[in-house]
């Protein structure tokens, strides 16, 4: 009897059955890998430039707030810092009326556990 349309398959094709399954399985596993990866990366730079707003606006009021004295002047900054989502790590009177703020922002989801974008400005006059 030869084989034809009707045999029984053989034990090569049984033992291949099913593998272009996994290797479909595979790829879209990999391809949401990539793309929470992308996802990831996305928020981390966002939070950079948040960051970096939260830390311009931060320094500018304490700037303002530099005649009342340091203290109420860092007070502001954390505030201001507070208000765009950021936290005030450093504050401090740079001299001649400047200050200098540092902030970081913590992104969100698991781009968060990774770590925290932090950014520097300096509010004042020229040094």
Known sequence: ?????GAPPGPRARAQKGSASL??????AGALLL???????????AAAVRAAGAADAAA?????DLPLG???ACAR???VAREAGAE????????AGAVEVAVAVRPPGLAGAVGRPSARARAGPQP
Not at 35 to 44: D, I, K
Not at 88 to 95: D, E, K, N, P, W
């Open 88 to 95: 005030l790590l450093v504050c401090q009177a740079a001299g």
């Open 77 to 79: 900054a954390g505030a």
């Open 1 to 5: 009897m030869s084989a034809g349309a």
């Open 60 to 64: 500018l009021a304490a700037a303002a």
């Open 70 to 72: 340091a203290r109420g």
């Open 23 to 28: 290797l479909v399985l595979a790829v879209v």
């Open 35 to 45: 793309a929470a990866a992308s996802a990831a990366a996305g928020q981390v730079a």
